[in-house]
């Protein structure tokens, strides 16, 4: 499996961004797609999920301001960021999550938020 993420890039604060992750390969016993995001210092953290169901987790410094999202026909998962704020600037990974075996991540794209 492959995961290659774009859109990335630099807005102001209140601006919005659009990340795009393509996944390819064989793709079988997904549990859940979701979007890490790391900053200079910090450890990896997850900013949002979603389920093979559709369910949906956010953590809470994006509630409200992100929506993650997942095109099945194009095997892409989205993640809209509005109201974008400095603390916002980092790395961001997508990142796959199966049953069963390991994770499969993407190689991240930059998003730097200035104020």
């Known amino acids: 499996v492959q995961l290659q993420a774009s859109g990335g890039g630099l807005v102001q604060t209140g601006g919005s961004l659009r990340l795009s992750c393509a996944v390819s390969?064989?793709?079988?016993?997904?549990?859940?797609l979701a979007w890490y995001r790391q900053a200079p210092g910090e450890q990896r953290g997850l900013v949002a999920r979603?389920?093979?169901?559709?369910?949906?987790t956010y953590a809470s410094s994006v509630q409200g301001r992100f929506t993650i999202s997942r095109d099945n026909a194009r095997n892409t998962v989205d993640l809209q960021m509005n109201s974008l704020i400095p603390d916002d600037t980092a790395v961001y990974y997508c990142?796959?999550?199966?049953?069963?075996?390991?994770?499969?991540w993407g190689q991240g794209t930059l998003v730097t938020v200035s104020s």
């Open positions: 990142n796959l999550r199966r049953m069963m075996g390991a994770d499969s």
């Open positions: 390969g064989t793709i079988f016993g997904v549990k859940a």
């Open positions: 979603i389920s093979i169901s559709g369910n949906t």
